[in-house]
């Protein structure tokens, strides 16, 4: 399976300030993905990243909040924008393979907002 | 109801038991299907596929009932190091839309 990392590996905001997330892939892949794990919570899906275009945002994710842009195929971004106490959580990256859709996950950026 | 359901846990056993999760999904028209296991503090990492004829890889052994909806995991022998909180994974309607179940905390104690 790929290597992938992330930085930051964990970061501390203040309300109001924006946060880039990187996500760095050792091969190429077609799939990119960025997901949310709040505190004791399950892993829910923020968007897909797609390569060349727009992302695509699941229900209750938007553009403005949260950027995301993959200009090739082993690199992504996530900006949490315009931080507020909610959006502390743990912010993971995942790409797809497989012919059953199996994803491998980066180690995750853990963001507090205070 | 929630897409993917799974046992709330915490599940405490001593070593050398054997454990069983269960897992149900909402959307017959599902796919694929994975056990994930996360550790305290780190990523997902893929534990098994669940193939509709049952799949075994050593001490674990995956299940899925298309009719009932129903995926299961069942580990023999259990370890310390097989403590963490194991994850339903279900990719409805083909593709890479994925759904992850709330997770089953384990703990193996000595």
């Known amino acids: 399976s790929a290597v992938i990392s992330q930085k930051p590996s964990r970061d501390i905001c203040q309300r109001g300030t924006s946060l880039t997330i990187q996500c760095q892939v050792d091969?190429?892949?077609?799939?990119m993905f960025w997901y949310r794990q709040q505190p004791g919570q399950s892993l829910t899906l923020i968007a897909t990243?797609?390569?060349?275009?727009?992302?695509?945002?699941e229900s209750g994710f938007v553009i403005d909040k949260f950027p995301i842009s993959r200009p090739n195929l082993t690199f992504s971004t996530l900006t949490v924008s315009n931080m507020s106490p909610e959006d502390s959580s743990i912010y993971l990256c995942s790409v797809g393979s497989g012919s059953r859709y199996e994803q491998y996950f980066g180690p995750g950026t853990r963001l507090t907002v205070t | 109801r929630k897409e993917v359901e799974q046992d709330p846990g915490p599940f405490n056993v001593p070593e050398g038991a054997t454990v069983a999760f269960n897992c149900t999904y909402s959307n017959s028209a599902s796919q694929s299907f994975f056990w994930y296991r996360q550790d305290c503090r780190k990523e997902p990492k893929l534990l098994m596929s669940v193939y509709s004829s049952g799949n075994e890889d050593g001490r674990f052994t995956a299940q899925l009932n298309r009719a009932s909806q129903y995926i299961s995991l069942l580990i023999r022998d259990s370890k310390l190091s097989d403590s963490a909180t194991y994850l339903c994974v279900v990719n409805s309607a083909g593709g890479f839309k994925t759904i992850f179940g709330a997770g089953t905390r384990l703990f193996v104690k000595a």
């Open positions: 990243a797609n390569q060349g275009s727009e992302a695509t945002y």
């Open positions: 091969s190429q892949v077609t799939m």
